[in-house]
């Protein structure tokens, strides 16, 4: 009975885009897939709400199941520079205050209903601590992040604008559909009105 319970659980539909993920890793058996899930807590929130916000220790980590978030900060000027976004089926977190327990400057955003699954950091923390796979998921993790934000470094500062564009349309064409012009054009490094011109060129 209580291997039926494990597997009903499991096979929940609110967690079905968490456990695919998580296979495609192909490291996980299902009691450790079940495991996290068991400490998961799901949390519904409207568009414009945080998932975290600046000025604050990052102390959860949470799987989209449902929705898209913004990552940014404000510079001196007050301005909100976007410089990352999240999609469903996709782990969420403040990832450098999650990793050093200090206060951060990001702010996470939903820009459409969201659905999270969410686990404290202390509950990650010792899966990471206990178990070997989760300890090699957290460092190909840790690898994908830096290369990403290298990536992102480097684009910003070499490229042109309509190569930047190009490149997110050929590489990340979610971001078009799913992101608005204000934002998309903040983590672009431009303003809202060449972006707008951009798009008018290609289309004629």
């Known amino acids: 009975m209580d291997d039926l319970r494990r597997y009903d659980r499991i096979a929940d539909d609110r967690y079905d885009g968490m456990i695919k993920y998580l296979q495609s890793f192909h490291m996980f058996s299902v009691a450790e897939i079940e495991e996290l899930i068991d400490l998961t807590e799901q949390r519904s929130l409207e568009k414009g709400q945080y998932f975290f916000e600046e000025g604050h220790k990052c102390e959860k980590v949470a799987f989209v199941a449902k929705g898209t978030f913004r990552h940014f900060y404000r510079n001196d000027s007050g301005e909100e520079i976007n410089y990352c976004f999240t999609f469903q089926n996709n782990f969420l977190t403040a990832y450098s205050s999650f990793v ?13 209903e969201a659905t999270l699954l969410s686990v404290d950091k202390a509950d990650m923390d010792y899966l990471i601590d206990h178990n070997a796979n989760w300890l090699r998921y957290s460092k190909i993790i840790a690898d994908r992040q830096y290369i ?14 309509r190569n930047k564009y190009d490149a997110l349309r050929n590489n ?3 971001y078009l559909q799913k992101i608005p012009l204000h934002y998309l054009a903040s983590y672009l490094g431009m303003t809202s009105r060449h972006l707008s011109r951009l798009r008018r060129e290609l289309v004629i």
């Open 100 to 112: 050093t327990g200090e206060c951060t400057v990001e702010n996470i955003q939903a820009i459409e």
């Open 148 to 161: 990403k934000r290298e990536n992102r470094i480097f684009i910003l500062q070499k490229e042109k604008a």
């Open 172 to 174: 990340n064409p979610e």
